[in-house]
């Protein structure tokens, strides 16, 4: 079934009524689109940990995900677009209508230049990032539980803390994101480690200098969602955190929230908000949010439930070669140091061999096999670069030579850009 209900928060005109070209006024539309879906279907066959999470009476799982929708008033729209939020924060209408860059979120909505409204595009923001604070401004999820026996799921999880400067408490968490809390505040089975960069020498802290804790008005009290160190922790070094965590979610619902919104939408599913079908669809992600679209790619996930294609085209920009921390259990979406679950093979479209000699593979085979194949835009900076793995999108693994891209693929270079502005 997919979307099994809808719940609208607000519906206001946009932009004070301005009239876009022939697509005339904008509404927009905030609310949470709640999600079920079939465990047993083979569309979700690819989903980590989905067998393991409670079912309703009508034997799906159920999840919810924040939305904020454009779309033309009084007028029918043409054409589809999910912006897949990045950290929370909506990106697309600003990127593409060119309105000044602003990383700082924000619930308001800057029109630019007003391309996509021109166009009759109607736009979706959808959150999909479960460990995001949510607020007017950034836009999350309530993801489905892991469960064992009718019981939270516990597991040993690793987490990376960078600080910027020197501080005594940090959240159990890569960023500033909802933590995986440690299933006790002992920490005697835990470690803490540290290093001056990411393959560096790590040495061990001992225990007693530190612990699950967090100080508050010159007291410390225990804190399973807080890791606390005395003599603080220093900026620009490393720190890695193994413990074990509680609270485990099925962290592969933020593909199938990014496939249902736009399967919604595209084929007028249940209560759908806008006039009429869009022609065609397409989701676009800037970073992790590109990185997020690749992994989509990479699972096979552009079929729905009832076996359609779900977008017609996918925009991963500024992702470089790399995937991310999205479907598997204790996954940290914001996570994305090396080594780590997002840089791993493979990199490129096409199937290439991987230089250990175990198999030959490519980002594209699965959704080849299943059918659902979109179009791929793929847009980097210099920045992906330099940074070392963009080129892995497009050069063999021994550097030999380049690869030719799949009919489907396109991939461009914005040259001496940066990642974002």
Known sequence: MAVTAVDI????????GTSWGAFGPYERIDGVVKFGVDPENPANSGIIDLQHSPVGSAGLVNFSSDFVLLTPSTKESSR???????????????????ASPNLTPSSTIEPGDGFLFERGYTVVSIGWQYDVYRSGALLGMDPPPVQLDGKPVEGTNLVEIRPNERIKNSLLANRAHKPYPASSTNNAKANMYVKDWEDGPQEEIPRTEWSFSKEQNGTLVPDAEYVYMKSGFCPGRI????????KAVVSGSTLMAVRDIGSW???????????????????YGISQTGRLLRHY???GMNL??????????????????RRGDFNHRFAQPSQQSSPGFGHMYPFADEPTEDPYGRKLEGLQDRQKTLGGLPKVIYTNTSAEYWRGDASLSHVDLRGRQD??????????????????P
């Open 9 to 16: 928060k607000s519906r206001v005109e946009f932009d004070s």
């Open 80 to 98: 589809l677009l999910v912006d897949v939020v990045n950290r929370g924060r909506k990106r697309a209408i600003s990127d593409f209508n060119m």
């Open 239 to 246: 720190y890695s955190v193994v413990y074990e965590a509680s």
């Open 265 to 283: 939408i595209k084929y007028g599913g249940l209560n759908s908000p806008i006039k009429s079908r869009p022609t065609y669809a397409y989701a």
């Open 297 to 299: 790619l990479y699972s």
């Open 304 to 321: 729905d439930e009832k076996g359609r294609q779900v977008y017609d085209g996918l925009l991963p920009h500024v992702a470089g070669g």
């Open 403 to 420: 690869l030719d891209l799949p009919q489907n693929t396109r991939s461009y270079l914005f040259s001496g850009t940066q990642h974002v």
